[in-house]
Structure formats: structure tokens, C-alpha cells
């Protein structure tokens, strides 16, 4: 296309985003020279490829998912914040020393209150990730840490509290029954009929450390992403664009987000419903940016709104969240004691 059509085809998404109504050919002519008959020629190009549609026969144009799909690839200028929306945006996240999971949802919650969309959060599960190591030390009576570390080098730990005490010997035989049959296993190869087989193997001690077993099965569900988080939920129920029971079947099924969010890891990236299948809702879209741990990808932050996205305003918004979450995953982490906010009774 020519660069007159693409400057319209700016003018007409960056119109409907703000207004929400049909563009006509007067509305273009606020963004660029051109008289009204050749602004409506162009649109009338731009419907025949694809990238306008026409909701009505006298009614203006709107842009189509391939018309949304160029504007954000190749048209699109966003704005960067300003030092008071960054001021902004910093008082909304705790000062105050927080876990892991409570910085990044917290983060997750502020970006839904200030965009109006719904907010996801998963983290990061790098395909064919195994178990490097599973330890359990004794913090107390009755208190174990379990620590599991990934060969992508996730770390997760949990306080796990029996209803007794193990003994040196039992703790030594958990130790080596984890080595052989836990280490070197892929994530996603763990299942509950797995789990179940090696609680049975456990034999005489399966009473007194079947506990510890799933506790790991939840941790390793954890890392894998299942516990997938969505914040703002009634921000999509709220919002006129979309039809209220498809949400409600999107929120049944928000789960299958991670098979999305899997492939989005590595810079921002935008796509629409028409390119996720019946996941997403019509006429939606999804914005993610990943934040990184130490250097690593640690997982991936969302957004989940209408195809009328304020992309220009919302992806700075998403990157500098997804920037100040990497600073506070990066700094050094508080020791594990038994009040843990990760802690987890049994």
C-alpha cells in the first residue's frame, strides 16, 4: 500500500479507539491533507483488502483484525510515560518487603485498576524444564522446607508442616527415593496417576511421607504455569464490548491462556482472538510483556481487553510494569523461615 492509505488507515483506527463509533471520511481529514472525496476513495481501497469494514451502508468505516493486526505490527507510535505516570504507577506497587508471588501480584492487580482490562500473570515454564533437585530440611517441630530447583534454574520453596516428626532415617530414604525417581524428570511429565504410583511406592512409609509427595506434585503444578492468575475479571464483565456469556465460559476456562501466554515469552506482543481459536473472547485482544529474575525469563505479564485497545498508551504502560517487577524479583530475597508468607500447612 501506498503512504496515503496507510496514513488513513492510521487516522481510522486511532479515531475508533478514541470514539468508538464508525469513521467517516470529515473525521480522517482532522489527521492528514486530503479532500473528502479521496479520503472516501482510499477507505473504500482499504475495505476491498481487507482492512476496513463498513458496519452499515451510510455509516463510516471501523478497522477489521487484519486493519488492528498492520496498525500495531507497522503503524502504530506509542507514547512514552510521562515522569508522573511512572510516579504514578510506582506508588501503586508496595514499598514494603514482599514474597515472589505477592510483587508480581500485585503488580498484576495495579495494571488492571489502571487500564479498566483484565490483567493475567503466569510464569515462565521453558519447554523440556526438569527436576535438578528436591531437598527437605527441618526448620522446626514439625516444620520442612521443601526446596526445588529446575534445570532453567527455577527455584520454589515451600514450608511444609506435618502432624509429626521424621526421623533421620526417614528423611535420609525420602533424600534418595526423590534421586531415583524424581530427579531428571520433565515438569510436564508429572501427572496425578504418576504421583499416586510413586506414593505407592513408598511402601511402609507411605503414611508418614505421602504428604511431602504432594506437596512437590503442587509445587511442580506451580512452576508449570496451571496456577495461572487473572486480576480485573469484573473489567471484562463490565465492559459493553463483549457478549457476558462468553466471559463467563472464558473465566471457566482461563487455564488455557498458558497454551497462548507459552509462546509470548521474549519482548511485547499483541494477538487477537481471531488468531487464538475460541480461547479468548470475540473480539478481544491480548498484550504481554515478560519480566525477567537475575537475568532469566521468570515468567509474563497481560493484558485481556477489547480488539479497541488504546495500544499506543497501554503497551508503555504494560513495559514499565513488566521493568519495575524485574527490579524487585532481581534484588536479594529474604530467607525462608517458618512465618514464610510461602508457607503452607498441611
Known amino acids: 500500500m501506498d503512504g496515503r492509505k496507510l496514513r488513513i488507515l492510521t487516522a481510522v483506527v486511532d479515531e475508533y479507539i478514541v470514539t468508538g463509533e464508525p469513521v467517516g471520511s470529515k473525521a480522517v481529514m482532522k489527521y492528514l491533507k486530503a479532500s473528502s472525496a479521496t479520503i472516501r476513495n482510499e477507505m473504500a481501497e482499504l475495505e476491498k483488502q481487507g482492512y476496513l469494514e463498513q458496519p452499515h451502508t451510510s455509516a463510516g468505516r471501523i478497522p477489521t483484525y487484519n486493519g488492528y493486526r498492520l496498525y500495531v505490527d507497522s503503524l502504530m507510535e506509542t507514547n512514552p510515560l510521562s515522569d508522573a505516570e511512572k510516579q504514578a504507577i510506582e506508588s501503586m506497587l508496595p514499598d514494603e518487603d514482599m514474597t515472589e508471588t505477592e510483587i508480581v ?143 463467563i465460559r472464558f473465566l471457566d476456562n482461563k487455564s488455557q491462556l498458558m497454551n497462548f501466554i507459552d509462546d509470548s515469552f521474549g519482548g511485547i506482543h499483541v494477538m487477537f482472538s481471531e488468531e487464538t481459536g475460541s480461547c479468548l473472547i470475540n473480539n478481544a485482544s491480548m498484550i504481554t510483556s515478560p519480566f525477567m529474575k537475575k537475568g532469566r525469563t521468570a515468567g509474563t505479564l497481560g493484558l485481556i481487553g477489547p480488539m479497541r485497545l488504546d495500544y499506543a498508551k497501554f503497551i508503555p504502560y504494560l513495559e514499565y510494569f513488566t521493568q519495575k517487577i524485574t527490579e524487585r524479583l532481581s534484588e536479594e530475597e529474604p530467607e525462608v523461615t517458618e512465618d514464610s508468607p510461602d508457607g503452607k500447612e498441611e
Do not use: W
Not at 500473570?121 to 517441630?141: L, M, N, Q, Y
Not at 526421623?167 to 526423590?178: A, C, R, V, Y
Not at 511442580?220 to 457476558?244: A, C, P, V, W
Open 105 to 247: 501480584h500485585s503488580a498484576t492487580l495495579a495494571l488492571a485498576e489502571l487500564t479498566k482490562c483484565a490483567a493475567v500473570v503466569a510464569h515462565a515454564t521453558p519447554k523440556f524444564s526438569v527436576i535438578s533437585k528436591v531437598e527437605v530440611i527441618p526448620t522446626g517441630k514439625r516444620m520442612y522446607v521443601i526446596l526445588m530447583i529446575t534445570s532453567a534454574g527455577s527455584v520454589k520453596n515451600k514450608v511444609c508442616r506435618l502432624s509429626f516428626d521424621l526421623t533421620q532415617e526417614q528423611l535420609d530414604f525420602f533424600s534418595n527415593f526423590i534421586k531415583q525417581n524424581l530427579e531428571g524428570v520433565e515438569l510436564d511429565r508429572l501427572s496425578d496417576e504418576m504421583m499416586n504410583k510413586l506414593e505407592e511406592a513408598l511402601g511402609s512409609y507411605m503414611m508418614t511421607l505421602s504428604p511431602l509427595v504432594d506437596e512437590i506434585y503442587r509445587m511442580s503444578r506451580e512452576m508449570t504455569g496451571e496456577d495461572i492468575t487473572l486480576k480485573g475479571e469484573l473489567n471484562l464483565l463490565k465492559s459493553k464490548e463483549f457478549d457476558q456469556n462468553e466471559i
